[in-house]
Structure formats: C-alpha cells, structure tokens
C-alpha cells in the first residue's frame, strides 16, 4: 500500500529522527545534508531530465568515474579518455565487462600531435603541467616519470565516434588542463547540454587556468552554472583550493520545462 499523500505522524517521526540523526552527527564532527544537496544528483536530474545518451568522460583515470555514473542508473553511452597507460588498461578492462563504454588512449587540448605527460604517484594526479611545490599540495602528487602521449582536440576525435544528432554531457578532470581542452573543443560545445568541471582557486599546476577563466568560457559557450560544490581543500588550514561545478545550457534545460 502507498503512503498518503501527507501522513502527519510519518512526517512528525521522520522529522524527528532527522533532527535527532543531525544533532548526534555534528556532536561527532560531521555534517548531515540532503542527498538530493549534492552534485551527484543535480548530475543525474540534468542527465534524466534531459535524456541525455551520450557522456564524455574526460580525464577518466582508471575508470572511478564512470563507474559512479553507472551505479547511480545511468545505462546510456560513455565515452573515456585517457592518455596514460596504466590507468588506461584498468579503464578498458572496466569498460569491457560493460555495454556502451568506449576508451580513447589520448588526451585532449587545443592540437593534435603528441605531448609530454608527468606522471605522479597518485596516477589520478597526473598532468601536461608541472604541479606546483606548495606545502598544502594533494597526497600523491609528486611527479615519478614522464610519457609520450598522443594529444587530440575533441572537435576532431569526437565525428569518429558519434553521430550528428547526439546531444553531450561532458566531464573534465584534467588536472589544470580545463582551458586547453575547452579550447579544443568549440564545435562540441555547441552539441553539449552540460559540463561537470574542476575548478581551480589558486594554481596547482604551474600556469593553469583558474576559475575566472574557466568560468567565462563555459558562459560564453551558452552554459550557466547549476550547481557548485566544495572541492579539495587544505587540511592543514582553512583555505578552500578546488571547487567542483555543474554548468547546463539554460536553452536546453528551458525547453524540457516547456515540454
């Protein structure tokens, strides 16, 4: 049997139980919000809201990402791309126990050719950028080796693996390579309904673009933030690093309210 529409003692004793649930928690040191608070579902409203088929998963690592994305009910395509190796053979063994998950061993950024990528311990951490020697630095990212890796502008791999008709939702996790991969990306960004990105507040990696300059570009590519979310931050202080944003295009998100 369904609940009633309004049941007074449901609401009254869940209430309370959250109310007390919170209490207990912040006394323990964490803070209780909603699920629905998080970008984890703002991604899934856009995703579902907008029927969105098609994922691009950029900066994919071994796959983590992905595999949220599928566990959370996501069955539609995604595409990964990742330039280092290791990672990228856990990535397509991943993908290969899945239905519609292709890999690209590649990067992405504003030419084609081939690029030099600093490989770290946390191979996550990983970038084309030399990271910065700061005290508050993530665990792990410290560079261990170097490879030769080829490097692709999205606009010219992505006609090979999609149709005209597609509609994207694009994730970037670059490692303070945002500006280069938007930059090679022009034309997809016009077929793309939402961009999930790491944003910057202080440099990581040396010369990256920070939020200022990764936020214009994704507002001049018709997309406005929808959700923005804490990120990485000093544990040795108060200092907030990184922010993790949801941008949509407001004419796409408009016209499935009009539906």
């Known amino acids: 049997m369904s609940r009633p529409r309004f049941d007074l003692s449901w609401y009254l004793t869940n209430s309370f139980l959250a109310r007390c649930g919170g209490a ?26 907008l029927g969105i088929e098609a994922v691009l998963d950029i900066g994919a690592n071994a796959g983590q990402w992905a595999h949220e994305l599928r566990t959370s009910g996501y069955r539609g ?7 280092s190796p290791e990672p990228f ?20 950024g504003s030419r084609d050719g081939d690029a030099l990528l600093l490989t770290t311990k946390a191979t996550a951490n990983s970038s084309f950028r030399k990271p910065v020697q700061r005290s508050n ?9 170097q490879v030769t890796v080829p490097i692709r502008r999205l606009d010219n791999v992505l006609p090979e693996l999609t149709s005209e008709r597609d509609r994207f939702y694009v994730k970037i996790d670059t ?34 673009a920070l939020l200022p300059e990764v936020w214009r570009m994704l507002v001049k590519a018709g997309l406005r933030p929808a959700w923005v979310e804490r990120g990485y ?15 949509v295009r407001e004419e796409s998100w408009g016209a499935r309210l009009r539906k």
């Open 24 to 49: 207990l928690a912040e006394k323990g040191g964490f803070r209780v919000t909603r699920a629905a608070n998080s970008l984890k579902a703002k991604r899934l409203e856009v995703l579902f809201g």
């Open 77 to 83: 395509r995604i595409i990964s791309f990742e330039p």
């Open 89 to 108: 053979t856990q990535l397509l063994a991943s993908a290969r126990r899945e239905q519609k998950h292709d890999c690209v061993r590649a990067g992405l």
């Open 137 to 145: 630095a993530p665990n792990g990212i410290e560079v261990e080796g």
């Open 175 to 208: 490692q303070g390579f945002e500006e280069e991969v938007l930059s090679g990306s022009a034309n997809t960004l016009l077929r793309t309904d939402a961009v999930e990105v790491e944003l910057s507040l202080v440099e990581l990696y040396e010369g990256q």
């Open 233 to 247: 931050r000093d544990n040795s202080d108060i200092w907030l690093l990184q922010l993790d944003a949801l941008f």
